[in-house]
T-cell receptor
Framework: GQSLEQPSEVTAVEGAIVQINCTYQ??????LSWYQQHDGGAPTFLSY????GLEETGRFSSFLSRSDSYGYLLLQELQMKDSASYFC????????????FGSGTRLLVRP | DAGVIQSPRHEVTEMGQEVTLRCKPI?????LFWYRQTMMRGLELLIY????????DSGMPEDRFSAKMPNASFSTLKIQPSEPRDSAVYFC???????????????????FGPGTRLTVL
């Protein structure tokens, strides 16, 4: 089976940098994705790492290390609007179009 | 495209009543997913369809839940009879090939609807 672990909550200051980690146990997967969800909203796709290494999209970067079963989402120049929940997810090799989501990390950005 | 459309946005019903949630996926998408989200259990996949055919319903909690996809532009999730523990936000999501991107990449992005907040009293 698949399982993903994330910290439940992270707090950071506006303008700072924060890293949200995701460790996983899986027999095989296509890659690691990240989704953002604001309170009362729907999850929205942020990034995907199919290969090891760093992917950068504006203020957000995501990293994957398959050998360490580990990935992270890095948010730079934090803004108040970044306060949200962040979910890592993997695509299951056995059922390749299904996403398995982590439990989510709630990020609170303080002024 | 208007994105994934769900209705109703809010539903309040009494225990024992039948509830039907509706979803219209993004045109051209060939996968449709139904999720349930609660504080206790997080985001759970209930069932998903490929080209209108149910592929995996292992997440459906029990026989009270059923889902159909009669055509490529419409799906329903039905709960009969409803119970207070079914109270949650139900999301529909769709995915499909994205022009210019590899298939491996495309299907990592699921597009979620706004959700239906269900309260069963």
């Amino acid at each position: 089976g698949q399982s993903l672990e994330q910290p439940s909550e992270v707090t950071a200051v506006e303008g700072a940098i924060v890293q949200i980690n995701c460790t996983y146990q899986t027999s095989g997967f296509y890659g690691l994705s990240w989704y953002q969800q604001h309170d009362g909203g729907a999850p929205t796709f942020l990034s995907y790492n199919g290969l090891d290494g760093l992917e950068e999209t504006g203020r957000f970067s995501s990293f994957l290390s398959r050998s360490d079963s580990y990935g992270y989402l890095l948010l730079q120049e934090l803004q108040m609007k970044d306060s949200a929940s962040y979910f890592c997810a993997v695509r299951d090799l056995d059922s390749s179009y299904k996403l398995i989501f982590g439990s989510g990390t709630r990020l609170l950005v303080r002024p | 495209d208007a994105g994934v459309i769900q209705s109703p946005r809010h539903e309040v019903t009494e225990m024992g009543q039948e509830v039907t949630l509706r979803c219209k996926p993004i045109s051209g998408h060939d996968y449709l997913f139904w999720y349930r989200q609660t504080m206790m259990r997080g985001l759970e996949l209930l069932i998903y369809f490929n080209n209108n055919v149910p592929i995996d319903d292992s997440g459906m909690p029990e026989d009270r839940f059923s889902a159909k996809m009669p055509n490529a532009s419409f799906s329903t999730l039905k709960i009969q009879p409803s119970e207070p523990r079914d109270s949650a936000v139900y999301f529909c999501a769709s995915s499909g090939a994205i022009p210019g991107l590899s298939r491996a990449y495309s299907y990592n992005e699921q597009f979620f609807g706004p959700g239906t907040r269900l309260t069963v009293l």
